[in-house]
């Protein structure tokens, strides 16, 4: 049975742009970060140090190398925030593409697109645990 999410995997075009991108303009940790000497790196990243899913930033043409049939596509992904506007004003301060901030019948919800263009979206869902 598959309880959780551990890791997902994003396959990008610059491995730096991208670490610089969702760390500093995404406010994401690093948590690993990997290099076998012979092509393969990979960056582990997280909002959170201590979070249950990680991002792995893979070099998409290493991985095509490897892998010439592997579906190298971003994932469609929805991330949560307990503060929306906060975070949207936090986009658009640090330049970030982002999209009109929208209530849906499930939430109010903003897209943003890192610096290779791919697109991800954010929903405000606030935190229902009790500590």
Known sequence: MIQR???????VNNQDEARQFWTEQAGFHVVAEEDNGEGMRWIEIAPAPNAETSIILHDKAFVASM???MNLGTPSLMFFSEDLDQLYADFKAKQVTVG???TLPFGRVFNFA????NYFAVMEKKNTTSS
């Open 114 to 117: 890192d610096r290779e263009d």
């Open 67 to 69: 892998s010439p049939d």
């Open 5 to 11: 999410i551990g890791q997902i995997m994003l396959y």
């Open 100 to 102: 009109d901030l929208v």
